[in-house]
């Protein structure tokens, strides 16, 4: 899976000077994804490890142009958490904290290109999770009670988001 990933970041033609900080980005949000999948939680050590390592990784790009790419990813790291973060009071059954944590490296990945791939990020990532649901509800392995770890699809809708914006 992160070879996939990181063959299609690659193919994304980026800028070279911000390949460092998504190839990180991507290699910590797969080993999310597993740890999400397999025990439901999002450790803080390597939510706030993705988070900070893209926007440290990417500061370089800074000098080469890519200030205000730099700001709108800072932007969108501290903005998606905010957001997640009221959801996750809102519905805290439904909305786990690691997510909320989980909101800044995705806000800075999918900020990087644009505040519509912001927004379109965290779409794909709902609709990818309502697909799957309604997937599983359909074949009989989950009812409408069952909660589904959301870290995968945010990672694979940034990533879809990051990857067709580019190209």
Same mark, same amino acid.
């Given at each position: 899976?992160l070879? %996939?990933?990181?063959?299609a $970041?690659?193919?994304a033609?980026?800028?070279?000077w911000?390949?460092?900080?998504?190839?990180?980005?991507?290699?910590i949000?797969?080993?999310?994804?597993?740890?999400?999948? *397999?025990?439901?939680? $999002?450790?803080?050590? #390597? /939510?706030?490890?993705?988070?900070?390592?893209?926007?440290?990784l990417?500061?370089?790009?800074?000098?080469?142009?890519y200030?205000?790419? &730099?700001?709108? *990813?800072?932007?969108?790291?501290?903005?998606?958490? %905010?957001?997640?973060?009221l959801?996750?009071?809102? &519905?805290?059954?439904?909305?786990?904290?690691?997510? %909320?944590?989980?909101?800044?490296?995705?806000?800075g990945? *999918?900020?990087?290109?644009?505040? @519509?791939? #912001?927004?379109? *990020?965290?779409?794909?990532? /709902?609709? !990818?999770?309502?697909l799957v649901?309604?997937?599983?509800?359909?074949?009989?392995?989950?009812?409408?009670?069952s909660?589904?770890? @959301?870290?995968?699809? !945010? #990672?694979?809708?940034?990533? $879809?988001?990051? %990857? #067709? /914006?580019?190209?």
């Amino acid at each position: 899976m992160l070879i %996939v990933a990181l063959a299609a $970041l690659a193919w994304a033609r980026l800028p070279a000077w911000i390949v460092p900080a998504y190839a990180w980005w991507t290699t910590i949000g797969v080993a999310l994804a597993f740890i999400d999948v *397999a025990v439901r939680r $999002l450790p803080d050590r #390597l /939510t706030w490890t993705a988070a900070g390592g893209f926007l440290a990784l990417a500061a370089p790009a800074v000098w080469h142009g890519y200030g205000s790419a &730099w700001l709108r *990813a800072a932007g969108s790291a501290a903005l998606l958490t %905010v957001v997640i973060g009221l959801c996750a009071w809102a &519905w805290p059954a439904l909305i786990k904290h690691g997510d %909320v944590k989980y909101g800044a490296a995705i806000g800075g990945a *999918a900020g990087w290109v644009s505040w @519509f791939a #912001l927004y379109a *990020a965290v779409f794909t990532a /709902t609709f !990818l999770g309502a697909l799957v649901g309604i997937g599983l509800i359909a074949t009989g392995r989950a009812s409408r009670r069952s909660h589904l770890p @959301f870290g995968p699809f !945010l #990672l694979t809708g940034t990533l $879809l988001v990051v %990857v #067709l /914006t580019r190209l």
